[in-house]
């Protein structure tokens, strides 16, 4: 009988340890278990670091659009143009994500920053190396496969004929972030399926050969695995969820390892998470 109370204590923190992890989330994540994944593709901004209060506000994840543009940030690689080259990264945030710090910065930093807002094109022409700086930067990490694939649950797939508030899955660029309403996960996470390609941490090796998933899983797009590779000998950086051109192929189940890890294009960004 003497157990019985230590019990019912012990379900009641577990219970109330549950709860501090729902309200641990701020306000530019959601809940997804125990992480907190950004509710928005990622766009990029170029900070000058003397801005502290503003880098403050990204790193705790309650920046606003406002509190960017008034504090004089540069949304980077925004443009829709095929080539990436408006604007440029700086030249101290290289691909290869081995970034110098601004001269005089404390604690050293590029000045590039991963924010997670809504109202915003996300951005794109990023290779892994970047995104995984970017959200190490503003206090995060790249977001996991797994934990991708929790954030995305519940995602509606409107296939190749999306509506107009549905995931851009057949479009010709990509749709201001958090727009398409109907685009959003059981956990509140929007833009998952379409829109931009999303790196994730994992890597694995290069496919030889794609295919889709069976239709009970959407026919979405999947490129991993395989014996040997047919591109090249370098490892792949998974993507998933497909992007604006990507029509029926995109979707929840949608993976794509074909990338090497230096790769970038105007149809693929990331998401981060903490």
């Known amino acids: ?49 003397s801005k502290t209060a503003l880098i403050s506000k990204v790193q705790a994840g309650t920046a606003t659009l406002t509190d960017l543009t008034n504090g004089g940030a540069t949304q980077l690689r925004s443009s829709n143009s095929p080539f990436c080259d408006d604007p440029l990264f700086p030249a101290n945030f290289p691909e290869n994500g081995q970034w110098t710090p601004v001269s005089g910065s404390s604690p050293p930093s590029p000045g590039v920053y991963a924010v997670s807002i809504s109202g915003v094109p996300p951005s794109a022409c990023i290779t892994w190396f970047q995104a995984i700086q970017a959200c190490l930067l503003s206090g ?4 996991r496969n797994d934990d991708w694939q929790d954030a995305a649950a519940g995602t509606p797939d409107p296939g190749a004929t999306p509506g107009g508030n549905d995931c851009n899955t057949n479009a010709g660029g990509r749709a201001i972030t958090g727009s398409r309403v109907n685009c959003k996960s059981n956990s509140g996470a929007f833009d ?6 999303e790196w994730v941490a994992d890597w694995g090796e290069l496919p030889n ?8 899983f959407g026919s979405d797009f999947s490129c991993v695995g395989g014996p040997g590779s047919s591109f090249s000998n370098l490892p792949g950086a998974w993507i998933r969820g497909g992007y604006w051109g990507d029509g029926a192929g995109a979707g929840v189940f949608a993976v794509d390892g074909i990338g090497g890890p230096s790769n970038s294009d105007n149809g693929l960004g990331f998401r981060c998470a903490r």
């Open 1 to 49: 009988m003497t157990a019985f109370p230590g019990r019912l204590l012990a379900a009641a923190a577990i219970l109330l340890t549950a709860d501090l992890l729902v309200a641990a989330c701020p306000p530019d994540s959601v809940s997804v278990g125990p992480t907190c994944v950004d509710k928005y593709e990622a766009s990029v901004w170029q900070i000058s670091p």
């Open 140 to 143: 995060k990490r790249l977001t």
């Open 192 to 197: 998952m399926v379409g829109n931009v390609g």
């Open 209 to 216: 050969g794609c295919t889709n998933w069976p239709a009970s």
